[in-house]
Nanobody
């Protein structure tokens, strides 16, 4: 079973930046979609951003222009650069990697944005 290891979360003031990283415990086939989801207290988990192996991206409207998702296929690693953070971005952020044959989730990393 592949484990996804996330890093980069923490506490930041509004307007600040954080960079999340997610890497698998072992190499995985690179034809997949890698994404970041988040879940705030009392709310449903939502898609933040996703990127295909070909580099096509998709963002939630609430983060467009502030967040950037990227990936390194050779390392099966996905990143989320978060700029101009707002208190409403506070949530647990989860990494996801999926293909037709697998669907892996990370354990989540807390991002807290203070006002």
């Amino acid at each position: 079973q592949v484990q996804l290891v996330e890093s980069g979360g923490g506490l930041v003031q509004a307007g600040g930046s954080l960079r999340l990283s997610c890497a698998p415990s072992r190499s995985i086939f690179s034809t997949n979609v890698m994404g970041w989801y988040r879940q705030a207290p009392g709310k449903q988990r939502e898609l933040v951003a996703a990127i295909t192996s070909g580099g096509s991206t998709n963002y939630a409207d609430s983060v467009k222009g502030r967040f950037t998702i990227s990936r390194e296929n050779a390392k099966s690693t996905v990143y989320l650069q978060m700029n101009s953070l707002k208190p409403e971005d506070t949530a647990v952020y989860y990494c996801n990697v999926q293909s037709r044959t697998y669907d892996y989730w990370g354990q989540g990393t807390q991002v807290t944005v203070s006002s």
